[in-house]
Nanobody, 115 residues
Framework: QVQLVESGGGLVQPGGSLRLSCAAS????????MGWYRQAPEKQRELVAVISTGGRTNYVDSVKGRFTISRDNAKNTVYLQMNGLLPEETAGYFCNANSGKYDYWGQGTQVTVSS
């Protein structure tokens, strides 16, 4: 069992930055691929970024060069550094842990990009 708690969301102006954190409890954090997803009202949840157990990363095209996903296995935490935020990126951001066999979600943190 893995519990995920996101933090770091908030209100930011267009072009601003935020750093999201996702703290995982439970065992074997390093055995899980970790991902960040987002969901805007009335839209489907979409994958933003993922980091494998070995540290390989992948991003949706729209955030490449602006967002960075990283993980600290010693702290059981995954991060999403978001720079150059756009108003259309206003959404709930959710952390995911996936081992292939098990899949866990956090409750999400709201990111609002507005002037």
């Amino acid at each position: 069992q893995v519990q995920l708690v996101e933090s770091g969301g908030g209100l930011v102006q267009p072009g601003g930055s935020l750093r999201l954190s996702c703290a995982a409890s439970g065992s074997a954090f390093r055995s899980y691929a970790m991902g960040w997803y987002r969901q805007a009202p009335e839209k489907q949840r979409e994958l933003v970024a993922v980091i494998s157990t070995g540290g390989r990363t992948n991003y949706v095209d729209s955030v490449k060069g602006r967002f960075t996903i990283s993980r600290d296995n010693a702290k059981n935490t995954v991060y999403l550094q978001m720079n150059g935020l756009l108003p259309e990126e206003t959404a709930g951001y959710f952390c995911n842990a996936n081992s292939g066999k098990y899949d866990y979600w956090g409750q999400g943190t709201q990111v609002t990009v507005s002037s």
